[in-house]
């Protein structure tokens, strides 16, 4: 495949563009708005698929380009790194864009033009954080740019009060999270604005220690802002993501938050200092980084087991996935730097499960937001004690959200298992020369039952309880296809990353690869040429399957095991020649079940809830 790389992210901005200055002008005609901004985000994505394959795939691995804009000129690098994050933005904006045309039917009494002109402009915006190479001019546009454009799109129902304080609060520590990154490189001697990333790495190496430890903490503290990272996530994403229309909501936390990752991981690996003069201790900040890593990932979960608003336990639940992906991270760069071979294997493995959570989150986030959106659209409320009973009456809703919480909970063989468990396992098996790797490791296996404990309580309240039959004053329906299709799509990708990881895992070793300059570069080619062995090495015996890689043939087995013991316990039952009976349900002595005698949510693990009180985000009822 003959690609123009840089061709193809300019018209794919170019296009974007076009799609933001028609929202206006087509807003009155509201169908025809949003399938024009459809056909147009799907044309830029497309161009933008094109790329990241060819830039993973094909091309041999680029470096940074300086492109002029009349005026001024910027740095831009397409990487692997930057074309793996540049594909998930492109698929999810079409999940969410395809959802909108009928969802935002819910918002009749709005116009459409302020959510479709900044729509792309989001888009837009996040492509260029992943793109630009540079902290000053390049970057600054592009976090502007997604910035305001988000937080027009959060304040979409402005006529509510809450929604715009919130939106509020969201911009005014964006823009902070964008000074704190902006002024860190200017600290440097010989610094000068709109320097590209390597030249900042190279003036960083005549820099004094205490520095680059002043550099460095500025830039983590402005991407941990985006990200979400306990305790500053706590500071807006609830509130933001919980209010936004669930397909922003899905862009915001399947995707948004996801740049902030993205600044870390080009930050603590690809620009680092060389030179005698810098004595960093770069163990103690991978030390630093995990530590903030597993506070997010166990305090944004059980704060998300109180909610009792849907899109809430969503938003808190996206800190503790993050949490998942920056423990990774950290680990790695401790490992990495302790200077032990085997633990240079283990710190690429780590990263790669970093990489592979960020897919997996991207896919069941983004579906469970859009299923949130769905219960919301049928129902008009988002509140759990006022759900239940909906399988019955949505049935496509509900397999594709239990799919959904499944993968997110980490159950095999979906996909949230497959990255958790790199994640884990690689910081348990470390654990024997680290002790505190194995700790952490074991607290983020533990907030994992949490996790599930949380979306047994989001399926449960929301389908296989009563209550909407005395709540909700609307006759409840399935949503349409045009909505149901983005989410059929999501739930069959939950199931094959799970069951084919290693098609994955391969993928993000050419990521890696193709990515020039990181400090992991030799202990990731090491860790991809033993993962692929592996792959091709280590065999479970499947009749018929022989040659099937084991990360393939565990989850058949398992599959397998499971349907032979449905079987099995069919056959039981139907030997003994036993019948079923119905017969009321047993209500503990009440006399019938009705909206008073139903759990609800301060019901749901209370002991639990209690005890973790400390951990704030709690609910009154």
């Not at 790329?51 to 692997?80: C, K, N, T, W």
């Not at 730097?337 to 959570?357: E, N």
Request: overall charge positive.
């Amino acid at each position: 495949m003959n690609v123009d790389m840089y061709g193809n992210l300019f018209t794919a901005f170019v296009v974007l563009f076009i799609a933001a200055l028609l929202a206006p002008i087509l807003a009155p005609k509201r169908k025809l708005v949003a399938w024009v901004n459809v056909v147009l985000v799907s044309i830029a994505a497309v161009f933008i698929l094109c790329l990241s394959y060819a830039v993973i795939f094909e091309a041999p691995a680029q470096g940074s380009r300086l492109v002029s804009f009349g005026f001024f000129s910027v740095y831009f690098l397409v990487d692997g790194l930057s074309a793996f994050f540049l594909s998930v933005i492109a698929f999810m904006a079409v999940m969410s864009a395809i959802y909108s045309i009928t969802y935002m039917d819910h918002y009749k009494e709005y116009s459409l033009a302020a959510y479709y002109a900044n729509f792309p402009l989001f888009i837009l915006g996040m492509m260029g954080i992943v793109t630009v190479d540079d902290l000053s001019l390049g970057f600054t546009i592009s976090w502007q740019l997604m910035t305001i454009a988000s937080y027009f799109l959060i304040r979409f129902e402005k006529s509510d009060a809450v929604v715009v304080k919130s939106a509020n609060r969201y911009l005014a520590l964006m823009e902070c999270a964008w000074l704190f990154i902006f002024i860190a490189p200017f600290f440097i001697p010989n610094v000068s604005f709109g320097d590209s990333l390597h030249s900042i790495t190279m003036h960083l190496s005549g820099f004094s220690t205490a520095g680059v430890y002043a550099v460095f903490a500025l830039i983590f503290l402005g991407f941990a802002f985006k990200a979400g990272i306990f305790p500053l996530g706590q500071l807006w994403l609830p509130d933001a993501h919980s209010v936004a229309p669930s397909p922003i909501s899905a862009l915001l936390s399947g995707v948004m938050i996801k740049t902030g990752v993205y600044g870390i991981l080009r930050s603590f690996f690809w620009m680092v200092p060389h030179g005698e003069s810098v004595h960093v201790n770069w163990a103690l900040w991978g030390a630093v980084i995990a530590s903030f890593g597993v506070a997010t990932l166990f305090i944004g979960t059980v704060q998300s087991m109180k909610q009792n608003d849907a899109k809430r336990l969503l938003a808190y639940s996206s800190i503790g996935q993050i949490g998942y992906i920056v423990f990774a991270i950290g680990a790695g760069l401790f490992m990495f730097s302790s200077g032990v071979d085997v633990m240079k294997f283990f710190a690429a493995v780590a990263i790669i499960g970093a990489a592979y959570h960020v897919l997996n989150h991207a896919v069941f986030k983004g579906l469970l937001f859009l299923s949130s959106g769905s219960i919301l659209y049928a129902t008009g409320t988002k509140d759990l004690n006022k759900l239940g009973g909906l399988l019955k009456l949505m049935p496509a809703s509900a397999l594709v959200a239990g799919i959904a919480s499944l993968a997110i909970s980490g159950v095999p063989p979906f996909s949230g298992f497959a990255s958790k468990w790199t994640i884990i396992s690689t910081s348990i098996l470390a654990g024997g020369t680290y002790l505190f790797l194995a700790v952490f490791g074991i607290i983020a296996l533990f907030t994992s039952a949490i996790t599930l404990s949380c979306y047994v309580k989001f399926f449960g309240m929301t389908f296989t309880s009563t209550g909407s039959e005395w709540n909700v004053k609307k006759d409840i329906k399935e949503v349409s296809f045009g909505m149901l299709l983005p989410k059929f799509i999501l739930a069959l990708l939950c199931v094959v990353q799970g069951l084919f990881p290693f098609v994955y895992y391969r993928a993000i070793i050419e990521v890696f690869e193709k990515s020039r300059g990181s400090v992991l570069e030799t202990a990731l080619a090491q860790a991809g040429k033993s993962i692929t062995d592996a792959s091709l090495g280590v065999q479970v015996w499947v009749p018929g399957t022989g040659s099937v890689p084991a990360a393939i043939a565990v989850p058949v087995v398992v599959l397998l095991v499971v349907g032979i013991a449905f079987v099995v316990a069919y056959a039981l039952k139907s030997s003994g020649g036993s019948e079923e009976r119905t017969v009321p349900a047993w209500l503990g002595g009440y006399h019938g079940l009705h909206d008073t005698t139903r759990y609800k949510n301060r019901s749901m693990f209370s002991a639990f809830k209690n005890a973790l009180r400390w951990t704030g985000g709690n609910v009154e009822e």
